[in-house]
């Protein structure tokens, strides 16, 4: 009885990792999804209003609380209080935010990049960098969802499988 | 002197609480350390890339030393670097140059409190227009200082009946008190002066260079009227027609017109039976009267008052009041009064 006990406890705790790192695999796409999104905001913010830089990302932001948006909230808080240039204060933002994301060296790459330009440039150029990094974004979740289908079934047909021969060859 | 009324702001605090958290931290601490005496007669910060920064104060021109303070000479000024340049500009546009684009174009920028900001560096062009102004080398940051009861001595010659103004121009050269004179005229009309049998008046401004309500977020910050509503960062010819045909004023104020369409536009104004308060650069009457696009008002003997400003006892001297029409004299320039 208690070795079948044991049994499903493994059989069950390697299905959880596996399901865990898939939900990992699933969850950039989403980030990625989230960031464009507020992107999206953005440039309707510069393009029709002209909105100051602060609250442009404050509002690209909105009442998301997805993880992808967290750096337009942490560069608003920054811009806002005047101590970094635009540039400065989004790299910090984004360094902050990839540290718990699950964001790829390539998205972070991305977005650096646009935040160079960040608050430096008239509205005309600044849009194009915005429809850049959106268009960069887009290409990087599109990979990211096909990699997700794969890994995300491979991750549990693995978790369940790895289990249940461990439970096997205990048994 | 116009500057004599009472202020609208602590004299002493414009510059520490409106300019200085404009500046690069490093300079805002060596600017702070001025006496407050100094400070509040500045009218003027110069601040050019790689020179050292200057103070103007009347007549008077003082560098800012790199140990803070003032400095005795050029050689022992704070000089202005690269980065700093940079970090000033951000500062004034919030981080956001594609807002204001517009008035960097036309070379100045607008601060919280109607300090205008000129700009100079390297010019794109795009058409043979400027598109934009680059690699930002100069500021000039004028300290825009609101004086309560600047008009007085002249609201009385400016009023035609107890629900009109005359049509009226106010000239002088630039930093002679224009802007502060307009304000008050504005403020004054706004409320009305019983005294003066004055009721008051519904009155639209068209602040283009948002320096004579100084709108923040479309909130005025100075004074101007209970009755007076503000167009602003509207391009004036257009804002003059606008505010006619929506909002029904008694007077429209202005400032500094120059460009065809503003005559154009003021023609329209007077022609709609609405007072018009504007105001122009030049020397004198004469001068203004000459410049083509001014010409044809003067020659219709639109303007109904000409006020005429200088500096000849600090800025704000009042210089004349005149009738074109019959070129009468109203009044001549005051004696210099002690504060």
């Known amino acids: 009885m208690l070795r079948l006990l044991g049994a499903a406890l493994v059989v069950g705790s390697a299905t959880l990792i596996g399901n865990t790192v898939a939900r990992n695999y699933s969850e950039r796409p989403r980030q990625l999804a989230e960031i464009a999104s507020a992107l999206a905001v953005l440039e309707t913010e510069i393009s029709y209003a002209r909105t100051p830089l602060a609250l442009a990302l404050a509002r690209a932001c909105g009442r998301r609380r997805g993880l992808g948006t967290q750096v337009f909230r942490i560069a608003a808080d920054l811009v806002g209080s005047g101590e970094l240039l635009p540039g400065e204060a989004w790299q910090v933002a984004v360094r902050r935010m990839y540290a718990w994301s699950a964001l790829a060296s390539e998205d972070r790459?991305?977005?650096?990049?646009?935040?160079?330009?960040?608050?430096?440039?008239?509205?005309?150029?600044?849009?194009r960098h915005l429809a850049l990094a959106r268009e960069r974004l887009r290409t990087n979740e599109a990979g990211a969802r096909d990699e997700a289908e794969r890994m995300a079934r491979m991750w549990r047909y693995l978790g369940v499988t790895v289990g249940a021969m461990v439970a096997l060859l205990l048994y | 002197m116009l500057q004599e009324g009472r202020r609208g702001k602590a004299m002493d605090r414009v510059v520490v609480d409106e300019i200085l958290p404009y500046l690069p931290v490093r300079l805002r601490s060596a600017i702070e350390v001025i006496p407050a005496e100094l400070l509040a007669r500045i009218h003027e910060i110069r601040l050019r890339r790689g020179r050292p920064v200057m103070l103007v104060a009347g007549d008077e021109e003082v560098f800012v030393s790199s140990r803070g303070g003032v400095a005795s000479g050029p050689e022992e000024g704070y000089v202005l670097g690269d980065q700093e340049a940079l970090v000033t500009i951000q500062l004034m546009v919030g981080s956001s140059l594609y807002t204001y684009e517009d008035e960097i174009r036309q070379g100045y920028v607008t601060l919280r409190g109607g300090h205008r900001v000129g700009i100079v560096g390297r010019a794109v062009l795009e058409n043979g227009a400027v598109k934009v102004i680059k690699d930002i080398s100069g500021f000039c940051i004028r300290i825009s200082r609101e004086v309560l009861g600047a008009a007085d001595?002249?609201?009385?010659?400016?009023?035609k009946s107890h629900n009109r103004l005359f049509h009226t121009l106010i000239i002088s050269p630039p930093r002679c008190g224009k802007t502060t004179l307009l304000r008050d005229v504005a403020r004054q009309a706004g409320d009305g002066v019983p005294f003066l049998g004055l009721a008051g008046l519904r009155v639209g401004i068209v602040d283009e260079r948002s320096e004579i309500a100084a709108c923040h977020g479309g909130m005025p910050q100075n004074t101007v009227g209970l009755r007076t509503d503000v167009l602003d960062a509207c391009p004036k010819a257009a804002g003059m027609i606008m505010l006619v045909r929506s909002m029904s004023p008694d007077l429209v104020v202005t400032d500094e017109i120059g460009r065809e369409e503003d005559a154009v536009a003021v023609r329209e104004v007077m022609n709609a039976g609405v007072?018009?308060?504007?105001?122009?650069?030049?020397?004198?009457?004469?001068?203004?009267?000459?410049?083509?696009?001014?010409?044809?008002?003067?020659?219709?003997?639109?303007?109904?008052?000409?006020?005429?400003?200088s500096s000849a006892d600090g800025p704000g001297t009042l210089e004349g009041v005149v009738e074109p029409k019959t070129g009468k004299t109203l009044v001549a320039r005051a004696p210099r009064m002690s504060r």
């Open chain 1, 109 to 127: 790459e991305v977005l650096l990049a646009f935040g160079e330009t960040l608050g430096t440039c008239g509205a005309e150029d600044q849009l």
């Open chain 2, 153 to 159: 001595a002249v609201m009385p010659h400016l009023v």
């Open chain 2, 275 to 309: 007072s018009i308060v504007a105001t122009a650069h030049g020397e004198s009457l004469e001068d203004v009267a000459r410049r083509p696009a001014l010409r044809c008002l003067f020659e219709a003997q639109m303007f109904e008052r000409v006020v005429t400003l």
